[in-house]
């Protein structure tokens, strides 16, 4: 009986607990004013303060973003930076078991625990395809001051109207061949209409090397439910594949272009939390396609490290944004140093 009566007590507490309605897209007052009906660029650039100038016409760049849902910034970071980011990178690679780097591997035989410590990747594995080198800026110096680059900030601010959060990075050697997507539905903020991404070329892109592919415009595509809203989780009961195929069928629908981003290295490629992507097969396995990720939100929307919910975090700054130090791995907390000089 006493049984009977608890599972009795929970039926009746799961019916009058309050459903809570699945978010099924942005809400349109927290939206960056970019994004909302008729945004005046002139008239926000007349009064907005500018904290630093950088090297393009940012009227310009604001204009595009708005319609397109990316900008793309060239020569915009000096290419002796970026060798110095991937010799870091590479002596991770080559020496794991002398430091504390997670990296994520999206193989097959891995999809029961894809993030592992370097040092627990065996060496063909961790130096090949499918592999990405999660937070490395919390060890560098240089990361953090090329995630933080004035250039990527000057419009990123003006893009939130507030300071820039740098949120997390992954590194690539290899092309990343993922499916289309749009970043919102798994890197996630307090308000989570204010997202944005970097996407730096370390070396010049080759078609034959799994290149970014984007749809330009598909910023403004209505929302894809996984079944409980917007973000894919646990919970969800639609997958990644059908978030592709709905995102492939709608840009298509709407007459929207994919692109190819053949870039050299140096540029950069910011993109809307909204934009369709996703990464071309690759064509030659011996040719690398190295780039830096970066996301990032806005200081009223990433308050905290997401690994350190409701602790101030460490801040690391530059150009008048934040970063986070790893709350997990003080220790290594950039243990490489030669950007100091920089």
């Known amino acids: 009986m006493t049984t009977i009566a608890n599972r009795l007590k929970s039926v009746i507490k799961k019916t009058l607990q309050p459903t809570t309605k699945p978010i099924t897209d942005f809400e349109y007052n927290s939206l960056p004013w970019i994004d909302k009906k008729t945004p005046d660029v002139s008239g926000f650039l007349s009064t ?15 204009r595009f973003w708005q319609q ?17 980011l991937w010799a870091e990178t590479q002596e991770v690679l080559t020496n794991p078991a002398n430091y504390k780097v997670n990296v994520r591997i999206d193989r097959p035989e891995y999809a029961a625990s894809p993030v592992q410590e370097a040092w627990q990747v065996p060496g063909p594995v961790l130096n090949g395809p499918y592999i990405k080198v999660m937070d490395f800026h919390n060890s560098s110096v240089a ?10 900030i000057s419009f990123l601010e003006a893009v939130f109207a507030e300071k820039v959060v740098a949120m997390q990075s992954l590194l690539f050697k290899y092309g990343s ?3 289309t997507h749009q970043d919102f539905a798994y890197v996630v903020s307090g308000n989570p209409s204010h997202l944005a991404a970097a996407w730096i070329a370390l070396e010049d892109v080759h078609i034959t090397s ?12 209505k929302k894809f439910n996984f079944g409980n809203g917007i973000f894919f989780n646990g919970e969800s009961t639609r997958t990644p594949g059908d978030f592709a195929a709905y995102l492939d069928a709608a840009a298509r629908a709407k007459g929207l272009t994919r692109e190819t981003l053949l870039i ?8 809307h939390a909204s934009l369709a992507h996703g990464g071309h097969p690759i064509q030659d396995e011996s040719q690398t396609r190295k780039s830096f990720v970066c996301h990032y939100s806005s200081a009223t929307a ?12 460490v801040r690391y700054s530059y150009n008048g944004a934040d970063v986070f130090a790893n709350p997990t791995l003080t220790d290594q907390e950039d243990i490489f140093r030669t950007g100091d000089a920089w």
């Open 302 to 313: 990433y308050r905290h490290h997401r690994l350190a919910v409701g602790i101030e975090p």
């Open 264 to 271: 050299k290295k140096g540029d950069v490629l910011l993109w």
């Open 177 to 179: 061949q993922q499916a």
């Open 143 to 152: 990361g953090k001051k090329i995630m933080l680059h004035p250039n990527i």
């Open 68 to 84: 397109r849902g990316y900008v793309i910034l060239e020569q915009a970071i000096a290419t002796t930076w970026l060798d110095q």
């Open 48 to 62: 907005y303060p500018r904290r630093n100038e950088p090297g393009y016409d940012l009227a310009e760049k604001l």
């Open 210 to 221: 799994g290149p970014l592919y984007y749809y330009p415009g598909s910023h403004t595509l």
